[in-house]
Each structure stands twice: as structure tokens, then as C-alpha cells.
């Protein structure tokens, strides 16, 4: 299985992005998908995922009503689209698929990761 994971970069506070990961090597109609992100001098924390199968979603309360996951199945591509952005969300974010939880929240609930991708919001 590979993750690959685009579209961060650099942007003011306020402002959007989305994310991208690009998912292959499988059928992932059995997983949930999501992303994660790493602070500098953080553990790594959930961020969104959702359910291959069913489209439902989850959130870190943090980001709810800014971030929303959303799933192309013909593509096998997740999106993380980022609005009003704030200097806190700035870390490397993390592609992730799983199929040993229906809903991952923590890293243990892993199975595969994509590499990450920096988002830096600036103040």
C-alpha cells in the first residue's frame, strides 16, 4: 500500500488549503482514512478520518466547522480541505489508512502511513 500525500505549504492565518492523498496498492473498501499531524515537540495527534465505505466522518474538535474530509472513490484519493487557517494548525500532516478500527483516533489504530506533508501558518 502507498500514501502519497500533497498540497501543503505556506499560508497566512485566515487563509485555506487542501490536501491530497493518493491511495494505491489495494481495494479500500474495507478501510477508514484519514490524516494526522506532528507539531514540532508534539506527539501526533488525530485530525479527521473517514469511512471508505460509508463516508461518514469524525473530527478533532479543534478543527470541527474548518476541516472537512471527503473521499473520490474512482480516484482512491482523500482531500482535507483547510479553511481559516490558524498558526496552531501549523505541523506535518500524515496520510493514514487502517482496517483495524472503524474509526482511528489515535496512532496505534494505524496501519499504513503516507509521508508526511508541512503546513505552516503564519500569524
Known amino acids: 500500500v502507498q500514501l502519497q500525500a500533497s498540497g501543503g505549504g505556506l499560508v497566512q492565518a485566515g487563509g485555506s488549503l487542501r490536501l491530497s492523498c493518493a491511495a494505491s496498492?489495494?481495494?479500500?473498501?474495507?478501510?477508514?482514512m484519514g490524516w494526522f499531524r506532528q507539531a514540532p515537540g508534539k506527539e501526533r495527534e488525530f485530525v479527521a478520518v473517514?469511512?471508505?465505505?460509508?463516508?461518514?466522518?469524525y473530527y478533532l474538535d479543534s478543527v470541527k466547522g474548518r476541516f472537512t474530509i471527503s473521499r473520490d472513490s474512482a480516484r482512491n484519493t482523500v482531500y482535507l480541505q483547510m479553511n481559516s487557517l490558524k498558526p496552531e494548525d501549523t505541523a506535518v500532516y500524515y496520510c493514514?489508512?487502517?482496517?483495524?478500527?472503524?474509526?482511528?483516533?489515535?496512532?496505534?489504530?494505524?496501519?499504513?502511513w503516507g509521508e508526511g506533508t508541512l503546513v505552516t501558518v503564519s500569524s
Open positions: 493514514a489508512a487502517t482496517d483495524r478500527v472503524a474509526i482511528p483516533t489515535t496512532a496505534y489504530d494505524i496501519k499504513y
Open positions: 496498492g489495494r481495494t479500500f473498501s474495507r478501510y477508514a
Open positions: 473517514i469511512s471508505w465505505s460509508s463516508g461518514s466522518t
